[in-house]
């Protein structure tokens, strides 16, 4: 089943823009990153699909993380999302479609 990834997720009170950002492992150090002040998630675009699924699923973990103060850690958060990444594509067979996400510079 495709999932299509909308241009805003809303977790808790806010909704976060989500980005695919060319460079951005270039320019920022990491596959994705998680804005909270901006309240934006960008994801490195030239990612492989399947690594863009799940750095998509690990910065929502920060979302959820920051938006109801679980306070997880980088090792937490990351154990976290490969057992949802499991879980949504492994196990349910979920794919994401990435097609109404803009590439940004
Ligand atoms: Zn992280």
Known sequence: MKIKIP?????????????????LKLNEG?????NHVRRKIKIDSGLPLLERNQTLIHELIHVISES?????????????ANGMGEFLFDNLGIEFDWSDIPTKE
């Open 7 to 23: 241009r805003e997720i809303k977790i808790g009170l806010y909704p976060y823009s989500v980005e695919a950002i060319s460079q």
């Open 68 to 80: 109801f103060r679980c306070s997880l850690d980088e090792d937490n958060a990351e154990r976290l």
């Open 30 to 34: 990491c596959w994705g990153v998680s």
